[in-house]
């Protein structure tokens, strides 16, 4: 396993806990947190899942594509038909897909594949500086 991937795994052990505690943190603050905030390490995640299945991909298309893929889930929550609907009210459907469709969590979107961005490109540097010492 390259390095790359291997830091692509321990950034995921930080980042899936980490955004199942912005998902159900009950406290101050809970509504934007858990609704609204999430939404930034809920894009983390998944360029992170995406570039460990095809390192080979710039981080740039890596943000993009899920930038892409994550609004068209959310555009996709205005519609409910029945069976949608049952996959949405289970936890991972709910976690994975959304339940209520909200203009608010667009730049939680943006804000979070730039962060992963940056975090791709940190991680891919790191594993070239490895390479170089070893």
């Not at 890596?62 to 049952?86: D, F, G, K, N, R």
């Not at 667009?106 to 961005?117: E, L, Q, R, V």
């Amino acid at each position: 396993m390259s390095q790359y991937r291997r830091n692509l795994l321990l950034s995921m052990a930080f980042i899936v806990p980490f955004g199942l505690v912005t998902k159900f943190y009950q406290g101050a603050g809970e509504a934007w947190l858990n609704d609204t905030f999430g939404g930034i390490p809920y894009e983390i995640f998944w360029m992170l899942l995406l570039a460990i299945i095809i390192p080979s991909l710039r981080p740039v298309t890596v943000a993009l594509s899920i930038l892409i893929a994550t609004c068209i889930l959310e555009c996709l929550q205005l519609w409910q038909p029945a069976w949608l609907q049952a996959i949405r009210a289970t936890l991972v459907g709910r976690l994975v897909l959304g339940n209520t469709f909200t203009w608010d969590d667009f730049p939680y979107y943006a804000i979070g594949c730039f962060i992963g961005w940056l975090w791709l490109r940190w991680l891919q540097a790191r594993s070239v500086r490895h390479r170089i010492s070893s």
